[in-house]
């Protein structure tokens, strides 16, 4: 009977303490979102980031004006160390971007173009052509050369709205614009205007990345507003012998410095075991880049805040790292990848937020079935803040490249119903940023870190 | 063995049959969102609420508009019969509002006001006056009747951004605007501004209405936006002195007719059981009413447009209710709960749509344990849409009053983070309406009427 007593007691002793546990962190973690709430720092670091720097190519001054920034405000959010790491970034510049339509049917109209990034100049001449309306990369070889070559290839797949995930429609509609121009320039065409990736019609042109392949001609090519892209198939329907002329004058230049900038908190029991949260700080030039990705940068130098206002120390060290070049040839992911590899670092976990700055709904996570299972035990902190998507998921573009270290990988997901609205475009600006969605994300993402570093992730 | 035999077919047969009863049922609730997200009549028909009627006090001409729209709107979503149910409702019309500080130390400056609804004039030639500063109701005891008397009350309490829910925060921060102004009447108040009910700091006035109790004197009131509350409450700091002048001219006539309007849709198996849903037709005039509530009266009525085009014939009867007179004082809810009463028409299930047009998070149920079970259960087929939450919580004004008939009530739950910006102010417009979050909320209402119908709630 005694040994029975014993072991009633120590199971009620233990019951007792991990539910104390249970109830102390629910404490700190409502101490986290309220101090994320009840803050302005976040929104008016954000604020500056977006509209007193403004878009910012890797190649550009307002990056570096964005890494001087960024490394100021982390030691603000007390980051006991600034660390950088430099990088040669593509040097493209955009120059201008004009289109205009002429139909001997309905008369001349201008367009609204971006260049893609990285994209080949008209030169100021520009291009004229006519026009073959392609719906995604799969229509091209239905076409076939003889309809395509010499003409600009009109590419009018929209993203598909019925999809679950905006992202998975997007991905389904960009190869477009990624491989859309090489792809074309294979059967013959001069030039590629490529429909918006939105699901918005409107008239802001969404640019973006586009990759030539080695040994094919490099063609121009621009991405059209979606209420242009509509246009442009209508007129094209009854009058297939309409010409566009567009214009590009944006230029690559020998590569240039750029770097990352990472703030860092040294752990006090673990120094050398990080956990490390980023976004990237490069934006397009056409955009303010506040959701896509200011608001990621902003959130993750906000969990360094938050700690150290509430007084929680680490125990494994912890780093804000401002990723560098995501947008054109992901430099920045490299370069942190190879600083890992060459230091030995161990990295325990890394956060990546890039998926604009909405209302928090959860982390994807890439791990072992053992790691989802804990992390998700931890859900009934999150839940009463409308987090609740604890599931296997990708991360993201830049600490992807640690998985060869056996990192844990974490994508944090907001609501993602709008973000391509604004993604890659003159919509993404301040405005479309909402300070309590900003400040909520940031508390989820310190919510996590707080427990990752208390309780490990064996 | 035969038996047992038996009993394990008869088992596996059950479980193959619930399963293909559920895999049926995720095929169409699939196809439900699929119609949902590809088809524009909604987000088409909440802009020509929203922008070509506009705001629409339940006494206005804007309000008889929206009446005969909607109308139109459900026959073309397949109602088969339009229903009108007459009420009368207060007369109140908006005239100038206008204000302007004075200090002696700062000179003078233009404030931005609204009007509350209900309110008393001060007739054309003004109330100029001292100025308090009350924070929150339970404040005006504290300052006591010597220094409120002859003074207008500046209710600044604001609401509270650390709250898990911002309805919360709103409920709590409310009684300023709904009992604020008799209640400094009690005091000697000669008037009252109260800082507008929203998180964000801007320069939109929210009004909303106002309720003087019976034999206290009756003081004109605005709401002030939360950039000029900021600036008065810094004024006053430094100038206890300064006075507010501020004019209103806003009437009530004598009640006027007004209307519900409900489209219904006959059962196939239970034609005199029904299933309601619905939202507010009348908005605030200063407003579109576009998020509140133009979002969920369409939503409401796309249910019946989806399982029009889709060949769902339901088994109860259906009906989309645009509840009249929701901001004012609540006369289409208790017309139609007074319909209820004398028809006797047995309500199965009520849900009410007013709380934003912004992505669809799950559903508030006011029932039974065991109806809350029930549509629990029912959970997976809503997930892989991000909707997640089916919890025990209140529906709204307009259905509540089913309560008294045993109608399980269910108020519709979208994202509400940033839902008190737009919340009763001209910041509550069809821009800030997101298509595929709109799409999204009426699509998850018409799965979960589809899962109703066909199951029932016992």
């Known amino acids: 009977m005694k040994l029975y007593a014993a072991m009633i007691i120590t199971c009620l002793v233990f019951v007792y303490n991990s539910q104390a546990q249970d109830d102390a962190d629910s404490r700190i973690i409502e101490e986290i979102f309220k101090e994320a709430l009840g803050d302005n720092t976040a929104y008016e670091n954000l604020r500056y980031l977006s509209k007193e720097i403004g878009g910012r190519l890797p190649n550009s001054p307002e990056a570096r004006r964005a890494v001087s920034f960024t490394a100021r405000i982390m030691r603000e959010a007390g980051a006991d160390t600034i660390l950088y790491q430099d990088m040669m970034v593509r040097n493209w510049i955009r120059g201008e971007e004009t289109a205009t339509l002429f139909s001997q049917k309905y008369g001349s109209r201008d367009l609204i173009v971006s260049d893609l990034g990285m994209a080949v100049p008209t030169g100021p001449e520009g291009l004229r052509a006519k026009v073959i309306e392609i719906n995604g990369l799969e229509d091209l070889k239905n ?137 990237h700080l490069d934006a397009w030039d056409t955009s303010e880049g506040a959701h896509d990705d200011g608001a990621g940068c902003i959130q993750s130098i906000e969990v360094m805040r938050i700690f150290n206002e509430l007084g929680i120390e680490p125990k494994h060290s912890l780093r804000a790292v401002m990723f560098m070049d995501e947008e054109v040839s992901g430099e920045g992911s490299i370069t942190y990848a190879e600083h890992v590899r060459n230091t030995g670092e161990a990295h325990l976990a890394a956060i990546e937020c890039d998926r604009g700055g909405t209302s928090p709904v959860g982390f994807y996570i890439d791990a072992s079935d053992e790691v989802i299972q804990k992390i998700s035990g931890w859900k009934n902190h999150f839940q009463p803040w409308g987090i609740h998507l604890f599931t296997r998921g990708g991360s993201g573009a830049d600490v992807g490249r640690l998985k060869e270290f056996g990192t844990v990988l974490i994508g944090f997901l907001p609501d993602t119903q709008r973000y391509f609205d604004y993604h890659h475009s003159p919509n993404d600006t301040f405005e479309k940023i909402n300070k309590r969605e900003l400040q909520l994300g940031s508390a989820a993402n310190a919510a996590l870190i707080y427990l990752i570093d208390k309780y490990g992730l064996e």
Chains 1, 2 share one sequence.
């Not at 070559?149 to 477009?176: C, E, H, W």
């Open 143 to 279: 076409k076939g050369e003889e309809k395509i070559k010499g003409k600009i290839v009109f590419f009018n797949k929209p993203m598909d709205p019925t999809l679950k995930s905006t992202f998975t429609s997007y991905g389904r509609a960009a190869g477009q614009r990624v491989r859309g121009p090489s792809e074309a320039a294979k059967y013959g065409a001069v030039g590629a205007v490529i429909r918006s990736l939105t699901l918005a019609t409107d008239t802001f042109p969404h640019t973006g990345v586009t990759r030539y392949e080695d040994e094919i001609p490099k063609i121009p090519a621009v991405s059209i507003c979606t209420a242009h892209a509509d246009l442009l198939s209508e007129w094209l329907d009854s009058d297939p012998t309409l010409e566009i002329r567009f214009v590009t004058t944006g230029r690559l230049l020998p590569d240039v410095l750029s770097q990352n900038v990472i703030g860092e908190v040294k752990g006090a029991e673990f120094p050398d075991k990080y956990i490390i949260i980023g976004g």
